[in-house]
């Protein structure tokens, strides 16, 4: 039988690759509505945690609804209204990247044996892929040149710091509540970004971060 | 302490009520104006019945569940408060028809919410009991006040101004919270109470400390360099609360902080009065050598504090070699002085407000014959600067006495304290005859004369909300001057919370300050008599009049009057090397010659040196790290990224 739990965490690792390759701006909006459902799914999955309370449901379904359908769709609108250029317009290219990616999953295995923490069965693998998806979107933010795929490492980074919160809390779901905060700021920060990134193709005629660099004194 | 707390709720409300009428700009002026002053007046009550019962009301609550704070109200608090609860009404009710563009209503209402917040928390400072609410009160204060100062946010002097001010007022809350930090680690508690336990020698660093961060709030030379700045860019009833109110709360920092730390070193009251001396002779002469009428102002407060500080310091060693006399007249003198300043600064403050407001001008230069247009302005400028000269029958002159008083009776001491003391006179002295230089300069050149500009000549008399606080300011000062008694027993009182000290009789304190008060009433009577009699003597006689200063010319300009400059520039040289003089003189080279220009400029020693010494090689050392900043998005996360890992791996 197929382990739900692995197969989704593989999914989450496929995608953190395939944004790290991705050369299409709307590919990689959709690899992380993807992404975010997988995130949002993973604790459900574990064997662990059996009872569910109806305050814990419905918090998931808000997760799944914001992680999956309502930043991925403002992002998508952000690309269609700025009219971005389609390209991604790396530092790093696409192959090196997905290199990177892979040399990264290998450290976050290193780093999770050498932190030697008591984790329940399982939990290191998500543990990894956290790590893996932590650096991926700081990799991105640092290696790509538009805006919006800063926005994007951000979700990224985001992503990841949920599931390390996964791997290493008991799950009662009040935990939850801190996440449900940082998922908050990430949507404010999302709609805000919206709002600059408006700006700055409005002043610059291009979402080119490289540009910012003319507005230091 | 009830009514204490209703008080300040209902100046809170007023503004509150500024904030949320801001739409109705003329209701929203009175309203506020209302409550304030009902406010203030319950405030003074609270004050009164504190003083007279002499007991010490507390009250505390927590705060965040961590801190408690707690606030009393004793017979210091209760002095500091009355400047505070008397001037602040004032300077509102003067803003009505100061502030009186429609159009800016949001930006006023602002500044009135601002002016409330600067109200309560200064009430609070005065009477904080704990570090925390101490702290706590101290920054509302400074931050209230510089967005007050900020009022004119479109003029770049004015951000500069503000920007000065806000670096002044946090540098000195940096040392404040070291000095508090410091005595938090001796004592192990909040209460400023436990101060005493601490042993000697830290009780100097924490006075050197806490001293530098209430020096930069009062003004003290060389850390007064945001005054000259601040008190011009705000608006004039601010400057005047600023002025006359909110650097006075440095003094209750150095006094409150003197009283708790109950150390008798005579180290203490040697460096009040070297600051006190320095801060008294500098302020005056740079207030001579400004044009700026407000910059004048604001030098002169630096006088004041020093003179303020020459009394305090009298009193700290009298109290170090154990002579009540002194100590009691030279904190009396001090105390007094505060509250004296609190009244005739702010006067000076609202005069110089109508001028501008009347004439658009603060340029003495540009100025000129003005007490014959704004009348009530002028006679309330003149009641102000007959005062702050320290001239009788005005209060000025009181508290100067009982600081000469203190200062004479401590001179059977030997050594170095005679010398000190000694030199307080000498430049107490000093100060007083540079004051009248001073403002003999100013009050001739803006409003005798004849005017010197287009705008002078159209000047008109501002509306009665503006000169009625003048009037009262006014009457106040003479009042003092002529009946000192309750007076100078009302700082007496305000005393009793220094424990070190033992305070002299109070029957001996009355026969100085009843004869003081019968030679100044002597001394109106005989000046009234006097312009009685010319009266009588003239009114059968043909009395012609022409231009002021005509000097008999067939032709006189104005541009023949004396000029700030040619008045006050033959004393300014003789400080030569505390003072830079920079003149620019084009010369006279042919036999006729052409346009000749002559311009001169005093420069505050204080700010050069900071200027070139500290700020200049800082910026070029710091420019040396530009190349970090280069706009790139993605190497400063990588910044970010690199500190994180340092910090994981290092610490």
Known sequence: MINLTEATLVVILLSVLLSLGSTR????????????????????????????????????????????????????????????????????????????????????????????????????????????????????????????????????????????????????????????????????????????????????????????????? | MDIFLLSLSVVCAGGLFALSTYRLFRLMKAGYIALTLAGCLIGLYAVATTLQSDEVVTFSGSWLHLFTLSFSLDALSAFFLIPIFAVCPLAALYNFHYMDKAADSGRVAVNFFFLTLLIVSMALVATADNIISFALSWEIMSLSSFFLVMHDYQKKETRQAGYIYILFTQAGAMFLFAALALAYSYTGSFALSSFATMPASIKVVVFFLALVCFGSKAGVFPLHTWLPHAHPAAPSAISGVMSGVMIKMGIYGIIRLYGVLGATDIIFGQVILVLGMISGVLGV????????????????????????????????????????????????GSLLHVFNHSLFKPLLFFGAGSVLHGTGTKNVDQLGGLVKRMTTTGKGFLFGSLAISGLPPFNGFVSEFLIYFGAFHGLTQKGATFILIMLAIISLAFIGGLAISCFSRVFGLAFLGEPRSPEAAKAHETDFSMTFPMVVLSAVCLLIGLFPDPFVQMAMLGLKSITSLNLVETSAVAVVTQNLGFAARIFVGVFLFTVVLRKIFYRQKEIGSGGTWGCGFTQPTVRMQYTGTSYGMSIVEFFRPFVQVRTYYSGISKIFPGRTTYESRVDDIAEITLVDRIVTPFVFLLGKFRWIQHGHIQLYISYIIVTIIVLLLFM
């Open chain 1, 25 to 217: 701006l709307m590919a990689l909006v959709q690899i992380m509505a993807l992404q975010g459902v997988m995130v949002s799914l993973t604790p459900l999955l574990l064997k662990h945690n059996e009872a569910f309370s109806s305050g814990a449901i419905i918090f998931y379904q808000v997760m799944i609804l914001i992680k999956g359908i309502l930043i991925p769709g403002l992002l998508y609108l952000a690309v269609k209204r700025v009219a971005i250029k389609r390209e991604i317009e790396p530092f790093v290219g696409y192959h090196a990247s997905i290199l990177v990616g892979l040399g990264l999953i290998l450290v976050s295995v290193f780093i999770t044996n050498n932190l030697r923490l008591s984790l329940a069965s399982g939990n290191d693998i998500v543990l990894i892929t956290a790590i893996t998806t932590m650096a991926s979107g700081l990799f991105l933010m640092m290696a790509r040149r538009k805006a919006i795929t800063q926005v994007i490492g951000y979700l990224m980074l985001e992503n990841g710091i949920y599931l390390i919160g996964t791997a290493l809390t008991n799950h009662t779901h009040t935990i939850y509540v801190v996440e449900f905060g940082v998922l908050l700021d990430v949507l404010v920060g999302v709609m805000i970004m919206g709002i600059i990134l408006h700006n700055i193709s409005r002043a610059f005629d291009d979402v080119d971060t490289t540009l910012l660099g003319r507005l230091k004194d």
């Open chain 2, 285 to 332: 002469v740079y207030a001579l050598g400004k044009q700026d009428l407000k910059k004048i102002l604001a030098y002169s407060s630096v006088e004041n504090i020093g003179i303020i500080l020459i009394g305090a310091g009298i009193g700290m060693i009298g109290i170090a070699v154990g002579d009540m006399v002194m100590a009691s007249f030279g904190f009396a």
